[in-house]
């Protein structure tokens, strides 16, 4: 079973900078997208920020400017570079990746994120 291992969570300041990493296990096939979602206690996972197998970038309005995204699709890594994060950043932060083939969708295990004010 693929496993997706992220690592580069940990505790900030207010405008500080984290880089978060995943890593798939094994090597995916029919990779066409990867990206990184946030989710708080009580809320729905949401969209951080996706890259797409051409290079497509699309970001949350609230992290536009200030995160980016980058990734390799043959290694299977995807990295997520925040910098002036804020307090409203807080949140545990999951890696995705799509593919096109059985079971279509793999998420990692989840690395909290917490910016003090």
């Known amino acids: 079973q693929v496993q997706l291992v992220e690592s580069g969570g940990g505790f900030v300041q207010a405008g500080g900078s984290l880089r978060l990493s995943c890593v798939a296990s094994?090597?995916?096939?029919?990779?066409?997208?990867m990206g990184w979602y946030r989710q708080t206690p009580g809320n729905q996972r949401e969209l951080v920020a996706r890259?797409?197998?051409?290079?497509?970038?699309n970001y949350a309005d609230s992290v536009k400017g200030r995160f980016t995204i980058s990734g390799d699709n043959a290694k299977n890594t995807v990295y997520l570079q925040m910098n002036s994060l804020q307090p409203e950043d807080t949140a545990v932060y999951f890696c995705?990746?799509?593919?096109?083939?059985?079971?279509?969708?793999?998420w990692g295990q989840g690395t909290q994120v917490t910016v003090s004010s």
């Open positions: 094994r090597t995916i096939s029919g990779v066409y997208g």
């Open positions: 890259i797409t197998s051409d290079d497509t970038r």
């Open positions: 995705n990746i799509e593919s096109m083939l059985y079971p279509y969708r793999y």
